[in-house]
């Protein structure tokens, strides 16, 4: 089941003495906190949205206030919080894109619907994505081709390979 909420950045630390935090933006477009008016953030099981004050984007970072956090000793509270969005505010996708989240613990199956692993993480080294998936035999680097991931179904858990393609670019780390 996908999460009703995307990660979109980590705080890193406070910036300055009047409550700002640095954020590392887990987004391609850092820009997009321009429009955002509030993040969730997790609290036990639950998420709290947030009022977002002040935002500025630089080539670093991102850097914002959080409504009530108004000096540095606050700011310092909210170190390593983890920003959220909720699905109703996420950026729409293109054909062919999902979101990397979506992706992880997804099985990967052949066309007769053999279970080869589980993504357990995606890499992004430039060209394509590169997914890290977990097998039997140990771990499988299996890039993002069209040619070889013929259909991702995020909703339904599970992502179909080509396996007649697999011997020509999978890298294997099996023991």
């Known amino acids: 089941m996908l999460s009703e909420y995307l990660l ?12 700002l935090v640095k954020v590392r933006p887990d987004t391609d477009d850092p820009e997009r906190y321009l429009d955002l008016d509030y993040v969730f953030v997790k609290k036990g099981e639950a998420y709290e949205k947030v009022t977002i004050e002040e935002v500025s984007v630089r080539d670093d970072a991102v850097y ?3 409504n009530g956090c108004n000096d540095r000793d606050l700011a310092e ?8 969005i909720d699905r109703a505010n996420a950026v729409e996708l293109a054909e062919n894109e999902t979101f990397i ?6 099985e990967v199956k052949d066309r007769q619907g053999n279970v ?5 993480d995606v890499l992004q080294p430039g060209g394509n994505d590169v997914y890290v998936v977990k097998c039997k035999q140990g771990e499988m680097l299996l ?3 069209l040619h070889i991931v013929i259909d991702v179904q ?15 670019v999978a890298v294997c780390d099996w023991e």
Request: charged share 30%; aromatic share 4%.
């Open 64 to 66: 914002l206030r959080l």
């Open 77 to 84: 509270k909210q170190r390593d919080t983890m920003l959220y």
């Open 101 to 106: 989240c979506d992706l992880i613990d997804c």
């Open 143 to 145: 890039p993002a081709l």
């Open 154 to 168: 995020t909703a339904r858990g599970f992502v179909t390979v080509d396996e007649s393609r697999l011997h020509e």
């Open 8 to 19: 979109i950045g980590q705080v890193l630390k406070p910036q300055g003495i009047k409550g």
């Open 116 to 120: 080869l692993g589980k993504i357990k």
